[in-house]
């Protein structure tokens, strides 16, 4: 059974920035795309970012050129470096795998992320 742990959420302002971690244990996904997905308060939850196994990455419009998906194979781990973070960002990050469908992995607790203005 994969569990999903994700950490480095918290509150920052507007143009700050934050790195969050995902790592993941019970099995090797070195080689399944990862994402990191995001879920405002009464909003579903989208896709923002995603990685290959290779490190070929792709990027929702509203968080390209400020975000940055990487991955450490070795270490299970993938991260999100979020800079100029704006108000609208404000939600809990998951990571999971690229697509997620039925069967997948559980979704993990998640990171609270809150930008003030």
């Known amino acids: 059974q994969v569990q999903l742990v994700e950490s480095g959420g918290g509150l920052v302002q507007a143009g700050g920035s934050l790195r969050l971690s995902c790592a993941a244990s019970?099995?090797?996904?070195?080689?399944?795309?990862m994402g990191w997905y995001r879920q405002a308060p009464g909003q579903e939850r989208e896709l923002v970012a995603s990685i290959s196994s290779g490190g070929g990455t792709n990027y929702a419009d509203s968080v390209k050129g400020r975000f940055t998906i990487s991955r450490d194979n070795a270490k299970n781990t993938v991260y999100l470096q979020m800079n100029s973070l704006k108000p609208e960002d404000t939600a809990v990050y998951y990571c999971n795998v690229v697509p997620w469908g039925y069967g997948g992995p559980n979704w993990g607790k998640g990171t609270l992320v809150t930008v003030s203005s």
């Open positions: 019970g099995s090797n996904l070195s080689m399944r795309r």
